[in-house]
DNA sequence: GGTCATCCCGCCCTCTGCTGGGATAAA
DNA sequence: ATTTATCCCAGCAGAGGGCGGGATGACC
């Protein structure tokens, strides 16, 4: 894969190191004595670095639940949930004390405390650093103690609130006094008033000028779970509520090599075969080895064809349970339980609702390495890479061309080689296109609706749309509106007037080089040229398609048909052979004025070189050297 | 420890729409 | 002959559906 995942949450945690190690210059001090970065997170901060998911998906039903419980005697875990504020309201301070203090304190210094979990406020914390202070190879994994007061609940405001009994308005932290005794056997015993926190250390969105410290899992254990993802709190909701155990002391046995903790040994000691490479389950079939008994046997029933899980609407079969309930929602159900809060769509699956946010937020986690482009999801970054490798998988199994996407193959098979190809009808006018892209081309063109007027070219009338110009002006094709003033001519185009009135005014711009004879036209000299001047052109025969009989003129041949009855030529109907017979129509035109022209001429000066034929502009002055005799 | 249900990630697919280049007809 | 308009076509990306399969919590 040529792409990197760049807006993943970094999976490395880490430890603030001992104050020694914080460089107090780096922080600005504020006035109120607490340090300050050098800037607050962006509003959009927090949300691109949660690492669960859309926000709205925590269902107000949680809201309402305390997420900290008040009872002086309970041992708290807390595992700290995605956190970040929305509002300039973090900071952080060291202080050069024994251990590490993080103090967090609202940006206007409000005195109160922030840890707003409640409805409304942004799971999520972040603090942000400057690089310099906190690298993040300088960081490691740490757990923070609230060292001074209790949990209290805001119950006024339905939010819950840390508050300090020493320091109101602070949240003071310090780093565990005895992280060897929190992590033996895997877990650990926190002391009374103690609270757990990981801070998890991201690049900031500066491009690593800063970093962004979110404070991850704040969870009470003896709470109702609620779903790490954003997206699972539809089914959750309907999960049966755990017995409270409040004053049980649970321990927790925690991954060294990830985030993972459990309360239970043996979902502790399976997951740390997740770790393992050790695979002894092996396929006999294939040789393909797993780490359970359960994935070798849903391996296995992929190669028997075993599906013990059937649709009782179809015909469709899985291994497994879950397969079949995804399936049946799909195809029969259409229960949809993930909503996206900021439209209708609805998915049957968590990641698809995910994806879905994606083209809300405009997140692209999937970088091309070759270019700036970047994807949403890896498919389309696997796609993209074929527009580098120029690989072509897709092949037209009729003529073999090769297409990178399997939708092109399909669209051109169906253009190239199916019989009823289908043809999209213009609504407005009578146009067909094979394409429904190229009608909206098409629609976009000679249909829509133009604000400035376009005026025909042939008289005053304007239209806003291109389609009704086009027809306006096909209503002037046939309508000889140049008229001499001279005598009863009327034609269509100016130039043909313009040729016109030189039989009135005599005058021949056109001057043969070789012989100094002008014309009228342009054409009639070069026919006259070719005829006279030129030795290697061979005048063309008109055979009457009869008798066969040869003329050297068309005219001639077909007044000569008509008496020997050959009639009209059977490639007439033709457009094609009525484009030629046009030009044939004016090729007897200048060789009948030639003929004229050659009856008045008595002398043809052969010898001279034919030159360069030299138009001479309407109206004005042959070249010196060159006489005319009309 | 085994099993089941659920969650979650990843892969592949289809449908859709836009774009630009080449071919062709029309002006 | 040249220019302009239109059509045809392939390339490419956005969005979403469907499924395979690994990981994990809960239960027995």
């Given at each position: 894969m040529a792409g990197t995942e760049i807006s993943v949450p970094s999976e490395q945690f880490t430890k603030i190191k001992a104050p020694e190690l914080v460089p107090e210059v780096l922080l600005e001090?504020?006035?109120?004595?607490?340090?300050?970065?050098r800037e607050p997170p962006g509003p959009g901060d927090g949300q691109a670095l949660c690492p669960y998911g859309p926000l709205q998906a925590k269902g107000p039903e949680r809201e309402q639940e305390p997420l900290l419980t008040?009872?002086?005697?309970?041992?708290h875990v807390l595992t700290l949930q995605t956190v970040h504020f929305s509002e300039d309201v973090s900071w952080l301070s060291p202080q050069p004390q024994d251990g590490v203090q993080v103090t967090i304190q609202q940006a206007g210094g409000g005195p109160q405390p922030l840890l707003w979990l409640g409805e409304g406020a942004p799971p999520c914390v972040t603090i942000s650093l400057q690089e310099e202070v906190y690298s993040l190879q300088e960081m490691q994994v740490m757990e923070l103690h609230v060292l001074e007061g209790g949990l209290a609940r805001a119950s006024e405001e339905s939010k819950f609130v840390v508050s300090l009994a020493e320091s109101p308005g602070?949240?003071?932290?310090?780093?565990?006094?005895?992280?060897?005794?929190?992590l033996a056997e895997g877990g650990f015993e926190p002391q009374a008033g103690e609270q757990l926190f990981l801070v998890e250390?991201?690049?900031g969105d500066e491009g690593g000028e800063e970093i962004v410290l979110t404070i991850s899992n704040l969870h009470v254990e003896g709470q109702e779970d609620t779903p790490a993802s954003g997206q699972g709190h539809a089914d959750k909701a309907d999960s049966p509520k755990k017995p409270k155990k409040a004053k049980e002391v649970k321990r927790t046995f925690r991954c060294d090599s990830c985030m993972f903790t459990s309360s239970r040994i043996s979902s502790f000691n399976r997951h740390m075969k997740t770790h393992s490479t050790e695979k002894p389950h092996m396929c006999h079939l294939c040789l393909k080895a797993f780490r359970t008994v359960t994935l070798l046997r849903n391996h296995v029933n992929t190669h028997t064809g075993t599906r013990p899980y059937k649709c009782g609407d179809c015909d469709m079969a899985f291994v497994t349970s879950g397969e079949l309930v995804r399936?049946?929602?799909?195809?029969?159900?259409h229960e949809k339980p993930f909503k996206c809060s900021m439209c209708k769509y609805a998915s049957v699956e968590a990641s698809k609702l995910k994806r879905h946010i994606r083209s809300h937020t405009g997140e692209r986690p999937f970088q091309c390495l070759l270019c700036s482009y970047a994807s949403k999801d890896t498919y389309k970054l696997k796609r993209h890479m074929r527009t580098h490798s120029g690989e072509k998988p897709y092949e037209c199994h009729v003529c073999h061309a090769r297409f990178t996407q399997s939708g092109t193959l399909k669209i051109h098979i169906v253009q190239k080689h199916s019989e009823n190809v289908p043809k999209y009808q213009c609504p407005h006018c009578a146009t067909v296109i094979a394409r429904k892209s190229d009608l909206r081309v098409h629609l976009r063109n000679l249909h829509t609706y133009k604000a400035t007027e376009m005026k025909c070219r042939c008289c005053s009338a304007a239209f806003h749309e291109r389609y009704a110009l086009i027809q306006h002006q096909k209503t002037h094709k046939n309508e000889k509106r140049f008229k001499c003033e001279h005598c009863s001519y009327a034609c269509e185009q100016e130039r043909h007037m313009t040729v016109h009135i030189r039989t009135h005014t005599g005058e021949k711009p056109f001057t043969c080089l070789s012989c100094s004879k002008c014309f009228r036209q342009k054409q009639l000299l070069n026919a006259h040229f070719k005829k006279y001047h030129d030795a290697s052109f061979i005048p063309a025969v008109h055979g009457c398609p009869k008798c066969g009989k040869g003329f050297s003129r068309w005219s001639n041949m077909q007044r000569h048909s008509v008496k020997c009855g050959a009639g009209p030529g059977k490639a007439a109907a033709s457009g094609k052979v009525r484009r030629t017979k046009r030009k044939l129509a004016v090729r007897k035109e200048a060789i009948q004025e030639d003929e004229v022209a050659a009856k008045k001429v008595s002398t043809v000066r052969l010898e001279q070189c034919p030159g360069e034929v030299v138009p001479v502009p309407y109206g004005g002055v042959a070249p010196e050297g060159v006489t005319c005799d009309g």
């Open positions: 001090e504020e006035e109120d004595g607490a340090c300050r970065g008040t009872e002086e005697s309970e041992k602070l949240l003071k932290l310090e780093k565990g006094q005895d992280e060897d005794r929190l250390a991201t690049p399936h049946r929602r799909y195809k029969h159900t």
